[in-house]
């Protein structure tokens, strides 16, 4: 992990001015004058540099970073090889669109993905801009393959905002408020969330499981049914992490029926939790997977990965884009995996939290308010028990008042989620978490 200064930038909390300061005031005034409001901001600081685990705003201020971008930057931001390697590609060419002319980097990174994605039969790739647009093609290939029309996904599910990930979305504000009518033919089933289960988590997994087969079954019919979508560990659903035992059970049913699983692993993929997916962790080899997040170091970049006989079963010119696999996101996303390989991103991600955790039950044992501590590697949360954003939202306003970037999850907007980069320095993980501790102290 890294310490000192990264990219330049020293690697601690630096506050000049009140948080948003004068400049970062300033622009969000233009910001408010020329941006649809439609598009929010959670802390309106301003950003001229960033790298390791520090954000840089206009103000000057040094912010510490418990964010990514949302699970983007693993490998931090401008990182070394990415940075080189986006400077040879854009002097090269910048586009060529990969349907009409290629380019060796669109298929370098299509190998690469087959190899690191779980499951041990020959796999194909496609590449697109943005995570919505993998769930959206991983949705045509599983129908066009299976020749059926239903797709099933999960209470708290997050797969984006485009209208038939809007559909496969489980929570209304703000992803869905006025925007129907949304896509049809999707079913939706009670995810195995130990915390919140009615009977208690005992009972979790084999009840969750139940419902889920008896809605396929009787609801929907499983002969009608092209894929099962689902989260390893779901992220804008506030980091729920499957009962134990259920997406393995859940694998092997669909495997009987007919029905191909799919494996949404953008925000959880590339050594976010610890491996290079999270389905690995859970014990089941998804047939698709869908990736974006934190493949190519902040450029954007998305995947659907999967096997050969259901990815090559459409037809020529039924799959694309005219950005999807860009060159240069190709180029980054090259040397974003070959730094967590180099790195072992994946290492870093046990050790973060192997210092995260215990701070973080350490504030559960302290505050009652506190209901579960939970998540995997670098992805952790604490959910607070009250089903409502109240408390969530004053710690993070806290920590962003404070110089340090925390992000809300969670259907009841109950969840404080971190998501430092696997770059962070050791010390500014602790002097995050120090502030996080008197932003509890503050408001609890
Ligand atoms: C962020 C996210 C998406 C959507 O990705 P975009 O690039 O924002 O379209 C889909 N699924 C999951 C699990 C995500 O976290």
């Not at 506050?15 to 300061?21: C, K, M």
């Amino acid at each position: 992990m890294t310490t000192g200064t990264s990219q330049g930038i020293e690697q601690r909390r630096v506050l000049r001015t009140e948080i948003p300061g004068p400049r970062s005031r300033e622009l969000h005034a233009r910001k408010v004058a020329a941006v649809a409001s439609g598009v929010g901001t959670t802390l309106p600081a301003y950003v001229v540099r960033a790298g390791g685990g520090i954000v840089v705003d206009v103000d000057d201020n040094h912010l510490i970073d418990f964010g990514s971008g949302i699970a983007v930057t693993n490998v931090g931001n401008s990182a070394p090889r990415v940075v080189d390697a986006v400077r040879a590609q854009v002097e090269d060419f910048t586009h060529t669109c990969f349907m009409i002319t290629p380019y060796e980097g669109y298929v370098a990174v299509a190998e690469r993905l087959n190899q690191l994605t779980p499951g041990d039969f020959e796999k194909r790739t496609a590449l697109f801009n943005s995570g919505a647009e993998a769930v959206e093609n991983a949705v045509k290939i599983a129908r066009h393959h299976t020749g059926r029309s239903a797709v099933v996904a999960f209470d708290h599910a997050y797969h984006g905002r485009t209208n038939l990930t809007m559909a496969l979305t489980a929570k209304n504000m703000p992803y869905k408020q006025g925007f129907g009518p949304f896509a049809g033919e999707v079913y939706r089933v009670p995810m195995a969330y130990p915390y919140r289960w009615p009977s208690g988590s005992a009972t979790c997994a084999d009840e969750a499981f139940e419902a889920f087969t008896t809605t396929v079954r009787v609801q929907v019919g499983s002969d009608n049914v092209a894929a099962v979508i689902v989260e390893p560990i779901q992220g804008e659903g506030g980091f729920i992490v499957p009962a134990p035992g259920f997406l393995q059970r859940v694998a092997d049913w669909c495997t009987a029926e007919g029905i191909l699983l799919i494996a949404d692993e953008i925000q959880t993929g590339f050594c976010r939790t610890g491996d290079w997916f999270a389905s690995t962790h859970e014990g089941f080899v998804p047939d698709l997977i869908t990736t974006a997040k934190g493949i190519a170091g902040g450029l954007p970049l998305a995947a659907v990965t999967g096997r050969a006989e259901l990815m090559d079963s459409v037809h020529v010119g039924g799959l694309g884009g005219t950005y999807g696999g860009n060159p240069i996101a190709c180029a980054a996303a090259l040397a974003a995996i070959d730094t967590m390989q180099a790195d072992d991103l994946c290492g870093t991600a046990r050790r973060i939290e192997s210092i995260m955790r215990p701070r973080l039950a350490a504030l559960a044992a302290k505050y009652d308010q506190v209901g579960e501590v939970r998540g995997r590697g670098a992805m952790l949360a604490i959910e607070f028990a009250e089903p409502n954003s109240a408390l969530a939202s004053a710690v993070s306003a806290a920590c962003h008042r404070t110089g340090l970037i925390t992000l809300t999850a969670g259907t009841f907007g109950n969840v404080l989620r971190f998501l430092p980069p696997l770059v962070i320095g050791q010390d500014l993980l602790t002097e995050g978490l120090d502030i996080l501790d008197a932003a509890f102290e503050e408001v609890l």
